[in-house]
């Protein structure tokens, strides 16, 4: 079965901060790798994805994560922290072929002025 | 394009009664997924449509919840007794077909239940 596995469900950063959300996973299989945002009361959005292309896949809002096997994992990173980054954050994990997904425990990001 | 429909938003109910949650898909999506996400967790996956058949519903309590597609677009499910445990967002997702290539699943805005 695939799985990942995030620590720390709670993570502080002060704005202007580099945002580093850790994500591993387990796998038999090469897996396809997601990380979303939920903001409050919303439903999820997808920051970026791993499909066996670029180890580093750029996403949305300044947001990247670089796939790397040999550490198995998948960690999400941004440079400068914005208010507006304020959200809950979940990694993920699929198989090829489905789009079902398997998700971490997420992370709730607070960003301090 | 119009995203993914969910209703109601909230939802509060007694124990052992019924609920019913309804998802209109993005259109011309061919899959449809239901995930229940409880409150500090992330969301797990109760079952997964392709057009009007169950590809996978492994995670489902059977016993208690039960959902279908109607002429594989919108979907409804249930759950019949509630359980305090059931409380939780529920959400509904759909994506094209996922065997081709750089498909994503997009997501409604859930459904929270409260289970009192």
């Known amino acids: 079965a695939q799985s990942v596995t995030q620590l720390g469900s709670h993570v502080s950063v002060s704005e202007g901060a580099l945002v580093l959300l850790r994500c591993n996973y387990s796998?038999?299989?090469?897996?396809?790798l997601f990380w979303y945002v939920q903001y409050p009361n919303q439903g999820l959005q997808l920051l970026l994805k791993?499909?066996?292309?670029?180890?580093l896949v750029k996403g949305i809002n300044g947001f990247e994560a670089e796939f790397k096997k040999s550490e198995t994992s998948f960690h999400l990173t941004k440079p400068s922290a914005h208010m507006s980054d304020a959200a809950e954050y979940f990694c993920?994990?699929?198989?090829?072929?489905?789009?079902?997904?398997?998700f971490g425990k997420g992370n709730q990001v607070v960003v301090i002025p | 394009e119009a995203g993914v429909a969910q209703s109601p938003r909230y939802k509060i109910i007694e124990k052992r009664q019924s609920v019913a949650f309804w998802c209109n898909p993005i259109?011309?999506?061919?899959?449809l997924y239901w995930y229940q996400q409880i409150l500090g967790q992330g969301p797990k996956l109760l079952i997964q449509?392709?057009?009007?058949?169950?590809?996978?519903d492994s995670q489902l309590p059977k016993d208690r919840f039960s959902a279908e597609r109607l002429k594989g677009v919108d979907s409804t499910l249930k759950i019949q007794p509630a359980k305090l445990e059931d409380s939780a967002v529920y959400l509904c997702?759909?994506?094209?077909?996922?065997?081709?290539?750089?498909?994503?699943?997009?997501f409604g805005q859930g459904t929270r239940l409260t289970v009192v």
């Open positions: 993920a994990v699929s198989g090829h072929g489905n789009n079902r997904l398997a």
């Open positions: 791993y499909t066996s292309a670029a180890t």
């Open positions: 259109s011309g999506h061919a899959t």
């Open positions: 449509f392709q057009n009007n058949g169950v590809v996978d």
């Open positions: 796998s038999s299989v090469p897996p396809y």
């Open positions: 997702a759909s994506s094209l077909d996922p065997g081709q290539m750089n498909t994503e699943a997009f």
